[in-house]
């Protein structure tokens, strides 16, 4: 139905940059609700960024004004770039999507259907 691969991730010094890539493929990749999550070991994964589709976005607090949600629509491609990256900053970072439009709460795992493997991002000097 959804198929979701993330690249992008890497190692990178604090107040570096890095710009994640999901591409999506499947029967109900339809450039709707998509979002971006990061996970550390120990902890629940959290929200970082998210997009409907008419395009409003939405960021966690601890990203504002340094993470930019943004998607190619023609390519079903789904990015974040990242500025100003911190070591707190450092984790698994999943692409999400729903398979509809819009949901209520985007920046909240339980409203995603369908994820992709992850990829790594660590930010240290």
């Known amino acids: 139905q959804v198929q979701l691969v993330e690249s992008g991730g890497d190692s990178v010094q604090p107040g570096g940059s890095l710009t994640l890539s999901c591409e999506c493929s499947?029967?109900?990749?339809?450039?709707?609700?998509q979002g971006w999550f990061r996970q550390v070991p120990g902890k629940l994964r959290e929200g970082v960024a998210a997009?409907?589709?008419?395009?409003?976005?939405r960021y966690a607090d601890s990203v504002k004004g340094r993470f930019t949600i943004s998607r190619d629509n023609a390519k079903k491609i789904l990015f974040l770039q990242m500025n100003s990256l911190k070591p707190e900053d450092t984790a698994m970072y999943y692409c999400?999507?729903?398979?509809?439009?819009?949901?209520?709460?985007?920046?909240?795992?339980?409203?995603?259907?369908?994820w992709g493997q992850g990829t790594q991002v660590t930010v240290s000097s």
């Open positions: 999400a999507a729903r398979g509809i439009q819009w949901v209520s709460r985007p920046l909240e795992k339980s409203e995603y259907y369908f």
């Open positions: 499947g029967s109900r990749c339809i450039n709707g609700a």
């Open positions: 997009l409907d589709g008419v395009g409003s976005t």
